[in-house]
């Protein structure tokens, strides 16, 4: 019998999935078993990680608005100033009431001291 040569499939497969792992370190980049793995779990900590990142920095936003809230007076805190300022309506979220308490300090304790009033 004559030999059979295989398609071009399964090595079109290998190579993207090479690519995707060329940067890896290791084996994780040379052997191919080993490669489909650390792909599979790279999407899986991006996906994963996604979610993560935005809770991070929504943790980040919280703190630093506390910090500087307590600065100011030490009787006010975050939650207070939150709720009033939905009970003013403003709309200020969290990323901008922390930039303000970081780049601009007395405009976070103005609207603070604003909403005790």
Same mark, same amino acid.
């Given at each position: 019998?004559?030999?059979?040569?295989?398609?071009?499939? +399964?090595?079109?497969?290998?190579?993207?999935?090479?690519?995707?792992?060329?940067?890896?370190?290791?084996?994780?980049?040379?052997?191919?078993?080993?490669?489909?793995?650390?792909?599979?779990? +790279?999407?899986?900590?991006?996906?994963?990680?996604?979610?993560?990142?935005?809770?991070?920095?929504?943790?980040?936003?919280?703190?630093?608005?506390? +910090?500087?809230?307590?600065?100011?007076?030490?009787?006010?805190?975050?939650?207070?100033?939150?709720?009033?300022?939905?009970?003013?309506?403003?709309?200020?979220?969290?990323?901008?009431?922390?930039?303000?308490?970081?780049?601009?300090?007395?405009?976070?304790?103005?609207?603070?001291?604003?909403?005790?009033?």
């Amino acid at each position: 019998m004559t030999r059979i040569r295989r398609g071009y499939i +399964a090595r079109r497969r290998r190579t993207k999935i090479r690519l995707f792992t060329s940067s890896f370190r290791g084996a994780h980049s040379r052997l191919t078993r080993t490669m489909i793995q650390q792909k599979i779990k +790279a999407l899986f900590s991006a996906y994963r990680d996604r979610d993560r990142h935005k809770r991070n920095f929504r943790c980040l936003w919280v703190t630093r608005i506390n +910090a500087a809230i307590r600065e100011n007076g030490v009787s006010y805190s975050y939650s207070t100033l939150i709720n009033n300022l939905y009970k003013r309506q403003l709309l200020l979220n969290r990323k901008i009431l922390a930039q303000l308490a970081i780049l601009n300090r007395n405009c976070l304790y103005l609207i603070s001291n604003d909403m005790i009033k």
